[in-house]
């Protein structure tokens, strides 16, 4: 049977719950160089346009083996699935952080249980934008891990040390919520199964700093009845500049029978933006049984107007012309006198 090989990268990103908070994939960290890891578990730089920064990173082997590694910096994302935190390949085009920092050692050997501190600059250009421009340190582990069987998948690993770099110069929060939906899941039968529904939505944002954003989701019905109000949590804890995350929230128990709208309400560090959608929900059987309805009542319309056209008509008589044939005109003689003129 072919072999379909497919790489996939795997990126550790997010801090795990331990003292050190260095980003681990139990085989290997990355974290910067400072007096304790604790206390600086991210790199955070400022630095103002065509300025150049100067910092160390980490790489810590886990594994009594000694280990290769490629290091190079990379542009931060958030991912389409569900707006986490991720950076680039290092096969993909950078345009910010991954251009701007340069390792001093694209490619290093450690030693089992042993450690290598790696110097980088950070060279911001002139013409940079203000604001926040993600990003990370990537220690990627070039072996392919390539699997058996009929389908194999080749996997590599890598970790990376985020690091969040804020340009000087204006900035502006903002966000929006954008193209809100909602789709309902409704029972055969009215009153015969859970019914419920599905709001997604995009949350974009079109600011220039990293924010932490909070949604707020409100539905109301008829006669403007509270349906629903929570705040979510299903979102990214971090939506960075420029981005833009397409999210749903699941709403068990939404109405069978109701006309309204659905509101969400996306706030975070001094900006707040509005967007809603309105919503019919209708059983099934309902529906089929009004279109059954209307589709006969148009039925019996169109006949009920057409025998009435043909009550209208008159009729043609048993010997008379019928209607709209000439009738014929008989001319009687002008009658003569038969006495003679008098004289």
């Given at each position: 049977?072919?072999?379909?090989y497919?790489l996939l990268?795997?990126?550790?990103l997010?801090?795990?719950?331990?003292?050190?908070?260095?980003a681990?994939n139990?085989?290997?960290?990355?974290y910067?160089?400072s007096g304790?890891v604790?206390?600086r578990?991210y790199f955070?730089?400022f630095?103002d346009p065509?300025?150049?920064i100067e910092?160390?990173?980490?790489?810590?082997?886990?594994?009594?083996?000694?280990?290769?590694?490629?290091?190079?910096s990379?542009?931060?994302y958030?991912t389409?699935?569900d707006g986490?935190?991720?950076?680039r390949t290092v096969k993909?085009?950078m345009r910010?952080?991954g251009?701007?920092?340069?390792?001093?050692?694209?490619?290093?050997k450690?030693p089992?249980?042993g450690?290598?501190?790696?110097?980088?600059?950070l060279k911001?250009?002139?013409g940079?934008?203000?604001g926040d421009?993600p990003?990370?340190?990537v220690a990627?582990?070039e072996?392919v891990d390539?699997?058996?069987?009929?389908?194999a998948l080749?996997?590599?690993r890598?970790v990376?040390a985020?690091?969040?770099?804020r340009?000087?110069g204006?900035t502006?929060?903002?966000i929006?919520?954008?193209?809100?939906?909602?789709?309902h899941h409704?029972p055969?039968?009215?009153?015969?199964g859970d019914?419920?529904?599905?709001?997604?939505?995009t949350?974009h944002?079109?600011?220039?700093l990293?924010?932490?954003?909070?949604v707020e989701?409100r539905a109301?019905g008829?006669?403007?009845?509270?349906?629903?109000?929570r705040?979510?949590?299903?979102?990214?804890s971090e939506?960075l500049?420029?981005?833009?995350?397409?999210?749903?929230?699941p709403w068990k128990?939404?109405?069978?029978l109701d006309?309204?709208?659905?509101?969400?309400?996306?706030?975070a560090e001094?900006?707040r933006?509005?967007?809603?959608a309105?919503?019919f929900?209708l059983?099934?059987?309902?529906?089929?049984v009004?279109?059954?309805?209307?589709a006969v009542?148009?039925?019996?319309l169109?006949?009920?107007?057409?025998?009435?056209?043909?009550s209208?008509?008159p009729?043609?008589?048993a010997?008379?012309?019928?209607?709209?044939?000439p009738?014929?005109v008989?001319?009687?003689?002008?009658a003569?006198?038969?006495?003679?003129?008098?004289r």
């Amino acid at each position: 049977m072919r072999k379909l090989y497919v790489l996939l990268l795997s990126l550790l990103l997010t801090a795990l719950a331990t003292p050190s908070h260095a980003a681990d994939n139990g085989s290997w960290s990355v974290y910067p160089v400072s007096g304790s890891v604790a206390e600086r578990p991210y790199f955070y730089l400022f630095a103002d346009p065509g300025q150049t920064i100067e910092d160390k990173v980490v790489v810590v082997n886990k594994t009594a083996e000694p280990m290769t590694f490629r290091l190079y910096s990379a542009d931060a994302y958030n991912t389409a699935r569900d707006g986490g935190f991720a950076v680039r390949t290092v096969k993909e085009k950078m345009r910010g952080v991954g251009v701007w920092a340069k390792p001093a050692k694209s490619r290093i050997k450690v030693p089992g249980h042993g450690k290598v501190t790696v110097p980088f600059t950070l060279k911001v250009p002139d013409g940079a934008e203000p604001g926040d421009h993600p990003g990370a340190i990537v220690a990627l582990d070039e072996r392919v891990d390539r699997g058996d069987g009929s389908v194999a998948l080749g996997v590599q690993r890598a970790v990376a040390a985020r690091l969040y770099l804020r340009v000087g110069g204006p900035t502006l929060p903002a966000i929006s919520v954008e193209d809100v939906r909602v789709a309902h899941h409704q029972p055969l039968v009215p009153g015969f199964g859970d019914s419920a529904a599905t709001v997604s939505y995009t949350l974009h944002n079109t600011g220039n700093l990293t924010l932490n954003p909070k949604v707020e989701l409100r539905a109301t019905g008829l006669f403007g009845r509270t349906l629903l109000a929570r705040d979510l949590t299903r979102i990214p804890s971090e939506l960075l500049p420029g981005q833009r995350v397409r999210l749903s929230e699941p709403w068990k128990g939404a109405p069978q029978l109701d006309w309204g709208e659905v509101t969400l309400t996306a706030s975070a560090e001094d900006t707040r933006e509005s967007a809603g959608a309105s919503f019919f929900a209708l059983p099934w059987l309902v529906a089929v049984v009004l279109l059954v309805v209307v589709a006969v009542g148009v039925v019996l319309l169109i006949r009920a107007r057409r025998a009435r056209a043909g009550s209208r008509r008159p009729r043609r008589g048993a010997g008379g012309p019928a209607a709209g044939e000439p009738r014929a005109v008989r001319r009687e003689p002008a009658a003569v006198s038969s006495r003679a003129p008098r004289r």
